[in-house]
């Protein structure tokens, strides 16, 4: 059993920054991949990035892909987002994610725990 809480979000204007960041529970924390989701008013939960187990292997989504970047730290149970040059597009709640197989994935159905969200809003 893993959960998560995260912190961090809130108002931003465009081209701004935001870092969110995720504390996780439980002792085998490094064998699950962890990942951020997120979903804007009216729209489905979408990908945005997520790491291995390892931390060696990132995958990120198109739309951001070059201005946020993930990243875990598996001695403090802990993975981040760091999000650049934001867009009022990014404007969502944001959720942390766990993945019990340890890979990479980006597939609302591939995730095992979540976070109780975030909300970022960019003002244009």
């Known amino acids: 059993q893993v959960q998560l809480v995260q912190s961090g979000g809130g108002l931003v204007q465009a081209g701004g920054s935001l870092r969110l960041s995720c504390a996780a529970s439980?002792?085998?924390?490094?064998?699950?991949?962890l990942g951020w989701f997120r979903q804007a008013p009216g729209k489905e939960r979408e990908f945005v990035a997520t790491i291995n187990g390892g931390g060696d292997s990132t995958f990120y989504a198109d739309s951001v892909k070059g201005r946020f970047t993930i990243s875990r730290d598996n001695a403090k149970n802990a993975v981040y987002l760091q999000m650049n040059n934001l867009r009022p597009e990014d404007t969502a709640l944001y959720y942390c994610?766990?993945?019990?197989?340890?890979?990479?994935?980006?597939?609302?159905?591939?995730?095992?725990?979540w976070g109780n969200g975030a909300l970022v809003t960019v003002s244009s």
């Open positions: 994610a766990a993945g019990q197989h340890g890979r990479t994935w980006s597939s609302v159905d591939g995730t095992d725990y």
């Open positions: 439980g002792r085998t924390f490094s064998v699950y991949a």
